[in-house]
């Protein structure tokens, strides 16, 4: 009877073996769905991020732009306050007026060239 009880013990670790392979497996694709699953959820919120570093960048250079602007327009202001001779010559150029025995040459601008 002895030999009918070890056919019996064979089959255990043919068993486990199968039995180990399917819960790797299991653990693995567990794993696999949990990565997925993190990868869904943060996707959106790396593209957000992404999408407001470019509006950022772009807010960025229009205040470059305005600095720039302002800082031209605070120049002219300066001088149209302070320097009477600047403002003479805003006068002149903008009514096309000439000091007796002075002559304006004005200059076109040329057609571009177009390609």
């Given at each position: ?50 999408r ?13 732009q ?17 320097d009477?001779?600047y ?7 903008k ?13 076109e ?5 177009s390609?």
């Open positions: 009877m002895t030999s009918g009880s070890e056919y019996s013990n064979y089959a255990e670790p043919r068993d486990d073996w199968i039995r180990s392979l399917l819960t790797r497996i299991l653990y693995l694709l567990v794993l696999v769905a949990a990565f997925i699953l993190l990868t869904c959820w943060f996707l959106p919120l790396v593209k957000e991020q992404q407001q570093q470019h509006a950022l960048q772009n807010l960025k250079q229009q205040v470059e305005e600095r720039a602007s302002y800082n031209r327009q605070s120049k002219k202001l300066t001088l149209l306050q302070n009477p001779s403002t003479e010559l805003l006068a002149r150029d009514l096309d007026l000439m000091k007796p025995g002075e002559t304006i040459f004005r200059m601008p040329g057609p571009e060239n390609r």
